[in-house]
């Protein structure tokens, strides 16, 4: 669907049509306007405009899918306590770990994941690189996307978020989102095992108010 919508900017470009910044709700009329000032494109276009819109409604019916298994199972609905995990994260970490006892440590998940730093000794050298990236790559994205949302679109407060927000004045936004999807895949583990809710801790939610 992305590849398809950025064929169809491309085409409108090179005809110094821009469709500029759109959503997807609003992407099909915004190029239905801009088509009707350049009647010779519709012909290019119109089949791959209904080719996406066939796709954004099964997109959104799959959603809406996957929302109902998630709130129909314990494990996601434990995960989906901790703001920004939605649907999707909480289905494809449980799809990924599939069975908890797998791990001794919850800390073991993360590295799993591929979400703790490489580490480089040699000598009299021992110093932390980037992330490792091993284990299931649409997870670690996943839990990225959730950690990011958890800073910057969660309203509710938490320790959790007070450590990424204060990582993120320090080191940047993006460590700070890698750190806080390392812990949330910890978080997360320990959650399942021990089948309890996240907790937002009242001193952080005492700090905000």
């Not at 000598?123 to 800073?151: F, P, Q, T, V």
Request: hydrophobic share 45%; charged share 25%.
């Amino acid at each position: 669907m992305v590849a398809i919508e950025t064929t169809i900017r491309g085409l409108l470009k090179v005809h110094g049509l821009k469709l500029g910044n759109v959503n997807r709700c609003t992407f099909t009329s915004r190029v239905e306007t801009l088509l009707t000032d350049a009647p010779e494109l519709r012909i290019a276009i119109e089949p791959l405009l209904e080719m996406r819109n066939m796709m954004r409604k099964q997109e959104i019916l799959l959603d809406r899918q996957l929302g109902a298994i998630a709130r129909k199972d314990s494990v996601c609905k434990l995960s989906m306590t901790i703001p920004g995990v939605g649907p999707i994260v909480s289905l494809a970490f449980k799809a990924t770990i599939d069975d908890p006892s797998r791990f001794k440590d919850s800390k073991a998940v993360a590295a799993h994941l591929g979400l703790t730093p490489r580490i480089y000794q040699s000598g009299e050298i021992d110093r932390s690189g980037h992330i490792s990236k091993c284990g299931d790559k649409m997870m670690r994205h996943a839990l990225y996307e959730a950690a990011n949302s958890h800073l910057r679109i969660s309203k509710k407060w938490s320790v959790l978020r007070a450590q990424g927000v204060k990582l993120a004045k320090r080191a940047g936004s993006k460590k700070a989102c890698v750190a806080i999807a390392r812990k949330l895949a910890v978080i997360m583990h320990r959650m399942w095992v021990d089948g309890t809710e996240f907790r937002f801790g009242q001193q952080a939610v005492a700090e905000a108010a």
